[in-house]
T-cell receptor, first 114, second 116 residues
C-alpha cells in the first residue's frame, strides 16, 4: 500500500491559464474522490468516481472544471481559464467503495492563481 | 442539507491536559461520523469513526461517542502530547442507499497546539 499520490504538490499559474492535476489512488480501491480545501475551512466535496464512471458532481464544480478517470485507475482534474478564486488545495481520496470504508487522502495539490 | 459544526479554534493546551473538541451535526439521513486529523505537512488521516448511535470510536487515546439525542460527536483525550498538535476535522457521511455513500461533509477544522 503506497498510499494515494497526487501530482504536482504545488502549481502556480496565471489567471486564464488551464491546469491539470493527477491523482493515483491505492491500487485496489475502486472509488476515487476529489475535494477542495481553502484556508481555514474543511474540505468540500467536488466529485467522485466508481471505477471509470463519474457518479456525482457538486454544484461547486463549474463548467470550467472537468474530471476524468479513463481506465478506472488514475484520475485527472482539469481547470480551464483559471480564476483567482480557484486558488485552493485540491485533495484526492480513494476507498474500497463499501459502506463505512474509510477514505484515504493524498497530500493534495496546492494551486495558486496569480 | 447536511452540515457539521466544530468549536471555534485554535485550541492551545499544555502537555498532559484534557482535550475536548466539540462537534455537532445536522443530517437528512442516518449518518456515520468520523474524526480526521491533519498533521503538519501531511494528508488527512482517519482518526476514529462511529457508525451508529451510542457507538464509541477510539484510537491513539482519543475517543468520541455518537450521541443521536444531542446530534453530537465530541472528541476527547485524557492527556494530550506535543505530538498531537494538528488540525482536527469532524465529518459525516450519510447512507442514502445505492451508491451515494463515502461522500464526506466536513466541519471547518480545529487547530490544536500542545506546548511542553
Amino acid at each position: 500500500d503506497t498510499g494515494v499520490s497526487q501530482d504536482p504538490r504545488h502549481k502556480i499559474t496565471k489567471r486564464g491559464q488551464n491546469v491539470t492535476f493527477r491523482c493515483d489512488p491505492i491500487s485496489e480501491h475502486n472509488r476515487l474522490y476529489w475535494y477542495r480545501q481553502t484556508l481555514g475551512q474543511g474540505p468540500e466535496f467536488l466529485t467522485y468516481f466508481q471505477n471509470e464512471a463519474q457518479l456525482e458532481k457538486s454544484r461547486l464544480l463549474s463548467d470550467r472544471f472537468s474530471a476524468e478517470r479513463p481506465k478506472g485507475s488514475f484520475s485527472t482534474l482539469e481547470i480551464q481559464r483559471t480564476e483567482q478564486g480557484d486558488s485552493a488545495m485540491y485533495l484526492c481520496a480513494s476507498s474500497l467503495g463499501v459502506p463505512n470504508s474509510p477514505l484515504h487522502f493524498g497530500n493534495g495539490t496546492r494551486l495558486t492563481v496569480t | 442539507g447536511d452540515s457539521v459544526t466544530q468549536m471555534e479554534g485554535p485550541v492551545t493546551l499544555s502537555e498532559e491536559a484534557f482535550l475536548t473538541i466539540n462537534c455537532t451535526y445536522t443530517a437528512t439521513g442516518y449518518p456515520s461520523l468520523f474524526w480526521y486529523v491533519q498533521y503538519p505537512g501531511e494528508g488527512l488521516q482517519l482518526l476514529l469513526k462511529a457508525t451508529k448511535a451510542d457507538d464509541k470510536g477510539s484510537n491513539k487515546g482519543f475517543e468520541a461517542t455518537y450521541r443521536k439525542e444531542t446530534t453530537s460527536f465530541h472528541l476527547e483525550k485524557g492527556s494530550v502530547q506535543v505530538s498531537d498538535s494538528a488540525v482536527y476535522f469532524c465529518a459525516l457521511s450519510v447512507w442514502a442507499g445505492g451508491t451515494s455513500y463515502g461522500k464526506l461533509t466536513f466541519g471547518q477544522g480545529t487547530i490544536l497546539t500542545v506546548h511542553p
